[in-house]
C-alpha cells in the first residue's frame, strides 16, 4: 500500500514538474510524441482548462528514464524552478532524487545564520499558502536584518523571489516544497488541495491508476499575473545584467561616443543603411526609446508637467516595413544580421496577444514604464468594446473592465505602445480598416506615421534587402554602440542604483524659441486648410514636443548644464512630423515640403 502511494504521488509531482517546466503547446506535443490516444482526442478545442489533466496523464504514463529523455529533448522553460520530493529542475537541469535533504540541512542552517528571525519568516510564509510581500513579512517578522534574511533564505534555496520592483516585493515559497519545508520546521500539516480526476476514458497503467483517486476538484489555471510579474523579474535582470557589463568594460567608450552623438549622428548612421525613406522610420522607433526614460520637460520658470514618453504607430500599405523598424531594429535579429538598438529588458512584445489578455497582465506594469511592441494591432480591435480601455491605456489612466466571469483592475497603466497596422491608402488620404468608428480616439493618442507603398519606396525596400543578404550593410556592430548610449543615458535619467551617484539627473529644457517654431508651424498649417475645419487635435503639438524633447536626451554627454536643452537638429524633426501627419489628417490638402521650406526660410 505504501508502495502504491508512493508510486502515486511521484506521478503528481511529474505532472506539477511538466506544467512548471513546459507551455500547453509543449506538453500536447509530447502526448502525440508518446502516442498516448487522449493528445489524439484533444488535438481539436485544445482549451487551457486541458492543461492539468493533460500533465496528470502525462504524470501517470511516464517513469524516470522517460522523463528525463523528455528534459533532453525538450529544453524547459528559462525561469522554471521546480524543488519537490522527488524532482528538482534548476538552471534547465532536471536531477531525479529530490529536494528533501537539501530542505532538511538549509533549515538547520538558516537557524544557525540567523536564528528565530527565519523560522519566523518561513512560517508566516506558510500561514499565507506560501506567498507573502515584504510589508506583510515586515508586520509579523521585526527584524532590522530582515531583507538580509530574506537574501539568505534564497540563497539557501528555501524561498524565492516571486517578484522584486522598485515599490513591490513578493517571496514565494515553491508549492512543491511546502510539505517538505513543513516536515523540516515539525510544523502542522496545512490541509492540501486535492488533485482533479483523470478523465473517466483515459486509462494509465495500472501502478498508476490511483492517480484518478485524488479529489475531483479543478486546479486552478495558471494566474497570468504572476506569470507576467515573473517575466518582469527576467527582463529587470536582463537589463541590470547589460547595464552592468557596460559600465564594466565599455563606460569610457560610450561617454566618448555620447559627446559626438545626437540625433543627427543618428540620422546620418540610418540614412546611409537605408536610404533617404525608410530611414526615418527607424529614427522614430529609436527616439521613442530614448523617451521611455519618462523626463521631466522644464521650462525657465520650473515644471511643465510634462515627460518625454510617447506612443508610437506606423500604419500604411502592408510590405513597407513597419515591423523592420518597430520589431526587429529595437529587438535585433540576428539571422539578418540586425543588432538590437532598443534598450534592453524594458521591450514587451505583444504578438499574438489578444486586448483582453493585454488588460489582465497590464496590472503586473503599474507604476512601471515599458514599452509593449503590438505587431498587429488590427487584430486587438476584433474584438467588441476595446477601444475605450486602449484609449485610456494610451492616456495612462485608471483601467478598470469587467467581465461575465471577473473584475480586472482597478489599476493604472504607466508604459507606452509601439504599433503596426494596415489601412486602405489612396493617391491623397487613406481610410482605416477597423470597424470601430470610434478607433481616431486611439490613433489621436499616438505619434502616427502613414506608409504609402511607392515606387521610391519599394525599391529602397528591394536594395536594403539585397544589401541586407549580401552582408554589405551592416547593422549589428554599430548597433552596440548605440544601444550603450541609449542604455546610460536611460539608467541615468531613471537613476539606477548601480550609477545614480556617478551622474546626475537631468531635465529636458524647452525655451520660447521652441514655441515660436511650432507656432509658426501651426499658422503656416492653418492658412493652408480648406473651409477652416481643422481635422486633427491640438494633442499633435504636444507629441510633435515630445518627440523633440526625448531626441534630445541623446545629447545628455555634450552639454555640462543640469539640464539639456530642446536641441535645434531635434526641434527641426519634430516640426516636420508635426507637418507631416497634420497633412494627412487634412486628406493631404497641402504640401508638407511647401510648409516646411516656409517655417525654415529664416532659419537657414
Request: charged share 30%; glycine share 6%.
Amino acid at each position: 500500500m505504501v508502495k502504491t502511494a508512493e508510486k502515486n504521488e511521484k506521478a503528481l509531482e511529474r505532472a506539477m514538474l511538466l506544467k512548471r517546466a513546459y507551455p500547453k503547446v509543449v506538453i500536447y506535443q509530447i502526448g502525440r510524441d508518446l502516442d498516448i490516444p487522449y493528445f489524439k482526442r484533444i488535438s481539436s478545442g485544445w482549451r487551457m482548462k486541458d492543461e492539468d489533466k493533460a500533465c496528470l496523464v502525462l504524470g501517470a504514463f511516464l517513469d524516470d528514464d522517460m522523463l528525463l529523455k523528455i528534459f533532453k529533448k525538450y529544453k524547459p522553460r528559462e525561469w522554471a524552478v521546480f524543488r519537490g520530493k522527488y524532482y528538482v529542475l534548476q538552471d534547465g537541469r532536471l536531477k531525479i532524487g529530490g529536494f528533501g535533504e537539501n530542505v532538511e540541512k538549509a533549515v538547520q542552517k538558516a537557524r544557525l545564520l540567523y536564528g528565530s528571525d527565519a523560522v519566523l519568516i518561513l512560517e508566516f510564509l506558510l500561514k499565507r499558502d506560501g506567498v507573502a510581500n515584504l510589508d506583510e513579512i515586515r508586520k509579523y517578522v521585526k527584524s532590522k536584518n530582515l531583507e538580509e534574511v530574506l537574501e539568505g533564505l534564497i540563497h539557501l534555496g528555501l524561498i524565492i523571489q516571486s517578484y522584486i520592483g522598485e515599490r513591490y516585493k513578493e517571496w514565494r515559497i515553491l508549492e512543491e516544497t511546502i510539505p517538505l519545508l513543513e516536515a523540516g520546521l515539525g510544523v502542522k500539516r496545512r490541509r492540501r488541495r486535492r488533485a482533479p480526476l483523470l478523465p473517466e476514458d483515459v486509462k494509465v497503467p495500472e501502478e498508476s491508476s490511483v492517480v484518478a483517486e485524488q479529489g475531483r476538484k479543478e486546479r486552478k489555471a495558471p494566474d497570468p499575473l504572476a506569470e507576467e510579474r515573473e517575466r518582469i523579474r527576467r527582463m529587470d535582470e536582463e537589463f541590470d545584467k547589460y547595464l552592468a557589463n557596460l559600465l564594466k568594460n565599455r563606460l569610457e567608450k560610450t561617454i566618448k561616443f555620447g559627446k559626438n552623438f545626437g540625433i543627427e549622428y543618428l540620422a546620418s548612421y540610418l540614412k546611409e543603411r537605408f536610404g533617404p525613406v525608410l530611414y526615418f522610420d527607424s529614427l522614430l522607433s529609436i527616439t521613442q526609446q530614448y523617451g521611455l526614460a519618462n523626463v521631466n520637460i522644464v521650462h525657465e520658470r520650473g515644471e511643465t508637467g510634462k515627460k518625454t514618453g510617447w506612443s508610437l504607430a506606423l500604419f500604411g500599405d502592408p510590405g513597407t516595413g513597419k515591423s523592420f523598424s518597430t520589431r526587429d531594429m529595437i529587438l535585433g535579429k540576428p539571422s539578418a544580421k540586425i543588432g538590437a538598438h532598443g534598450l534592453p529588458g524594458r521591450n514587451r512584445y505583444c504578438g499574438g496577444m489578444t486586448p483582453a489578455f493585454f488588460i489582465r497582465i497590464g496590472e503586473a506594469y503599474a507604476g512601471r514604464v515599458f514599452n509593449f511592441i503590438v505587431p498587429e494591432f488590427n487584430d486587438f480591435f476584433r474584438y467588441k468594446g476595446m477601444v475605450e480601455p486602449l484609449k485610456i491605456a494610451m492616456e495612462q489612466g485608471v483601467i478598470k473592465y469587467e467581465t461575465h466571469s471577473e473584475v480586472i483592475g482597478p489599476y493604472r497603466f504607466t508604459s507606452f505602445f509601439s504599433v503596426n497596422y494596415n489601412v486602405s491608402v489612396h493617391q491623397k488620404g487613406y481610410d482605416i480598416t477597423i470597424q470601430d468608428p470610434n478607433f481616431n480616439a486611439i490613433e489621436d493618442r499616438m505619434l502616427c506615421r502613414l506608409h504609402r507603398l511607392t515606387k521610391e519606396r519599394f525599391l529602397e525596400i528591394t536594395k536594403s534587402q539585397m544589401r541586407l543578404a549580401l552582408g554589405i550593410i551592416d547593422v549589428e556592430r554599430d548597433a552596440k554602440k548605440i544601444r550603450d548610449h541609449l542604455t546610460l543615458v536611460y539608467a541615468i535619467e531613471t537613476r539606477h542604483p548601480l550609477i545614480q551617484k556617478r551622474f546626475p539627473y537631468k531635465p529636458v529644457m524647452i525655451t520660447p524659441k521652441v514655441f515660436e517654431i511650432i507656432g509658426k508651424a501651426r499658422a503656416a498649417i492653418l492658412e493652408r486648410i480648406p473651409d477652416g475645419v481643422v481635422k486633427f487635435s491640438a494633442r499633435l503639438e504636444d507629441k510633435a514636443l515630445r518627440f523633440a524633447c526625448a531626441a534630445s536626451l541623446m545629447d545628455y554627454f555634450r552639454y555640462k548644464e543640469d539640464y539639456i536643452p530642446v536641441s535645434e537638429e531635434a526641434l527641426k524633426y519634430a516640426v516636420q512630423l508635426y507637418v507631416e501627419e497634420a497633412s494627412i489628417r487634412s486628406r493631404e490638402a497641402f504640401n508638407p515640403d511647401e510648409v516646411l521650406s516656409e517655417i525654415f526660410r529664416d532659419e537657414r
